[in-house]
């Protein structure tokens, strides 16, 4: 994902569950995901992995990943 969308896309979905964003960091791997990241905020660092939402997408395996490991 481009740094604009980091921006403009990801930080409102991941805001609801974080609390205001101070910074995002993007990994340096992630080969999986269109996007890994370290997310720092006032509720502390979380780790994020984002795909787009398509058709043959790699979606479905990041859902049965969250199955696992909730």
Known sequence: MDTDLLG?????VIREHTGPVAE??????GA???LT???ECENGPFF???V?????GRRDSLIRERA???
């Not at 403009?8 to 409102?12: D, T, V």
């Not at 787009?52 to 043959?56: E, I, K």
């Open 48 to 50: 994020i992995k984002a």
């Open 68 to 70: 696992t490991c909730s």
């Open 24 to 29: 995002i960091r993007r990994t340096a791997h």
């Open 52 to 56: 787009r939402n398509r058709p043959g």
């Open 37 to 39: 990241a370290i997310v």
């Open 8 to 12: 403009s896309a990801i930080q409102p």
């Open 32 to 34: 999986s995901s269109d």
